[in-house]
């Protein structure tokens, strides 16, 4: 299975402060997706990031990329209330398996 | 654009008894997929469907569940008799590519309990 895992499982933080998460799989990508999902919704997608590339940003979202550890970051950075969700990474392969995800608090 | 439709929200029903979710997803997508999200734990996957066909069902259990997608356009996930621990949320999502090299949109889900 291509799951990705991501840690820390939970994660609180403060207004402002920067957010990281990580992932980690077991084998060869073609690439490596980041997931949000708000309390009692949906997942929404983030970010895609392909394995020929190292980094990628979206706003206020960076996500790295080694593959040869096998490894993943999503930094958010200077975040807000509304960034309080889990986060979920995925990777394609033969399916798209996700982990348990890292619950981030941000406290206004 | 209109995003990934599932029906019912919220279905509560006695262990033993069957229950259908309804999912249509984005016009034009061509791979279909159910998830399995238990409180607390990220989605598992169910099932994906590539047009009407089967790609992966490896985790369904097959003795009680069942899901279609008839002319590659909407799909049921079926329990029948469904038990305690199938009390979850039923997530579909649809990816415009084939494969698994694309986004996927979710819908909102089919929040299942069973008494």
């Known amino acids: 299975s291509q799951q990705g895992e991501e840690d820390p499982q939970a994660l609180s933080i403060q207004e402002g402060e920067n957010a990281t998460m990580n992932c980690s799989y077991k084998?060869?990508?073609?690439?490596l997706q980041w997931y949000r999902q708000n309390s009692g919704r949906g997942l929404v997608h983030l970010i895609l990031?392909?394995?020929?590339?190292r980094e990628k940003h979206s706003g206020r979202l960076r996500v790295t990329l080694d593959t040869s550890k096998k490894s993943s970051s999503l930094l958010i950075t200077a975040s807000r209330a509304a960034d309080t969700a889990s986060y979920f990474c995925?990777?394609?392969?033969?399916?798209?398996?996700f982990g348990a995800g890292t619950r981030l608090t941000v406290k206004p | 654009e209109a995003g990934v439709a599932q029906s019912p929200r919220y279905k509560i029903i006695e262990k033993r008894q069957s229950v259908a979710f309804w999912c249509n997803p984005i016009?034009?997508?061509?791979?279909l997929y159910w998830y399995q999200q238990i409180l607390g734990q990220g989605p598992k996957l169910l099932i994906q469907?590539?047009?009407?066909?089967?790609?992966?069902d490896s985790q369904l259990p097959k003795d009680r569940f069942s899901a279609e997608r008839l002319k590659g356009v909407d799909s049921t996930l079926k329990i029948q008799p469904a038990k305690l621990e199938d009390s979850a949320v039923y997530l579909c999502?649809?990816?415009?590519?084939?494969?698994?090299?694309?986004?996927?949109?979710f819908g909102e889900g089919s929040r299942l309990t069973v008494l």
């Open positions: 999502a649809s990816s415009l590519l084939r494969g698994n090299t694309g986004e996927l949109f």
């Open positions: 084998t060869s990508i073609n690439n």
């Open positions: 990031i392909r394995s020929n590339e």
């Open positions: 995925a990777t394609d392969a033969r399916d798209m398996r």
């Open positions: 016009s034009g997508h061509a791979t």
């Open positions: 469907f590539q047009n009407n066909g089967v790609v992966d």
